[in-house]
Nanobody, 115 residues
């Protein structure tokens, strides 16, 4: 099993930046894939970015060039650096871990982009 705890959400103005953190209960190198999803009110949960255990990354078109997923030095943390934030980025952001054959989710952290 994998437990995930997100942090780093908050209120930011358009054009600003935030960094989300996801702490996993085991080494992320032992997990097939780590990712960030988001869900806005009235919308389906969508993939934002993910990273394989080998380091291959994947981004939604809407965040390419603005968001970066990365690993921490402690080997159990994944980050999502979010720059040039837009009001459309407002959502609850969830950390996800895929450890075959199960998906695990964090509790979510709210990101609000508003002036």
């Amino acid at each position: 099993q994998v437990q995930l705890v997100e942090s780093g959400g908050g209120l930011v103005q358009p054009g600003g930046s935030l960094r989300l953190s996801c702490a996993a209960s085991r080494s992320i190198f032992s997990i097939n894939r780590m990712g960030w999803y988001r869900q806005a009110p009235g919308r389906q949960r969508e993939l934002v970015a993910d990273m394989s255990s080998g380091g291959t990354t994947n981004y939604a078109d809407s965040v390419k060039g603005r968001f970066t997923i990365s690993r921490g030095n402690a080997n159990n943390t994944v980050y999502l650096q979010m720059n040039s934030l837009k009001p459309d980025d407002t959502a609850v952001y969830y950390c996800n871990a895929y450890l075959w054959p199960t998906y695990y989710w964090g509790q979510g952290t709210q990101v609000t982009v508003s002036s």
